[in-house]
């Protein structure tokens, strides 16, 4: 997904949002895997003045419940398989639910070109200042994305024209590191101790690129270092 297919699909999906009534200081929900379409989404909420509020597919029914209603969301953005998870939680308002899919974007052909009137005061981020000083960052965006940390691995290095790669699906968070650590072209990764602990207890590859290696969160050791 190129930097223009981005932001005109973002662009498109925001006016759909600002037709549904959704606008600055509302609250969206997100509740999808790590693909392209939530890329796209995080961006449409954003370019709409809205906020969002990811959703983890691992909390109990009852917690997400609580989470919707306490956060008033004006839409819930869902996948495939989220959708038949939301669908069965109590007290979920079924009619704010939005599919986000490669036909459900298509539909949003007639928001093209559509005009953008919103104001927003935006706050930086200390990672996203720290990437102006690295020259083509590729970062990998792999873990929760109900994790704080998840919008700094996919928004830091689209600040200075860097790729984000994706890493989505059913992978255990040991085998995703793995493979992370392995590549050739990811030069940036947000890890945890607990990830490290499993990279030290994997047995991999080095890949041949340096990475910028961003740890915190959690207690760092001398030794895991």
């Not at 699909?9 to 925001?14: C, L, N, S, T, V």
């Not at 939680?89 to 093209?112: P, R, T, Y």
Request: charged residues 20%; aromatic residues 8%.
């Amino acid at each position: 997904l190129t930097y223009a297919q981005l932001n005109e699909e973002a662009e498109k999906f925001a006016a759909y949002m600002l037709s549904k009534g959704v606008g600055s200081n509302d609250l969206v929900a997100i509740c999808m895997d790590r693909t392209y379409h939530l890329m796209i989404s995080v961006m449409a909420v954003m370019k709409a003045c809205a906020a969002y509020v990811p959703i983890g597919l691992e909390n109990p029914d009852e917690r997400i419940s609580f989470m919707l209603a306490d956060s008033e969301a004006a839409l819930i953005l869902a996948d495939g398989m989220s959708e038949d998870r939301l669908r069965n939680v109590d007290e979920v308002e079924q009619g704010k639910i939005e599919v986000v899919n490669d036909q459900f974007l298509d539909n949003l052909a007639d928001f093209a070109g559509s005009p953008l009137q919103v104001n927003s005061n935006v706050g930086g981020n200390n990672y996203f200042f720290l990437s102006i000083d690295i020259n083509r960052l590729h970062f990998a965006f792999y873990g929760n994305f109900s994790f704080d940390a998840s919008g700094i691995t996919f928004l830091t290095p689209l600040v200075n024209g860097g790729t984000c790669h994706v890493f989505g699906g059913d992978r255990t968070q040991q085998e995703l590191v793995k493979e992370i650590f392995e590549n050739d072209e990811i030069n940036a990764i947000k890890v945890t101790p607990s990830h490290l602990k499993l990279l030290i207890d994997t047995n991999f590859t080095p890949s041949k690129t340096k990475k910028m290696v961003i740890s915190g969160g959690e207690a760092l050791s001398v030794k895991d270092v």
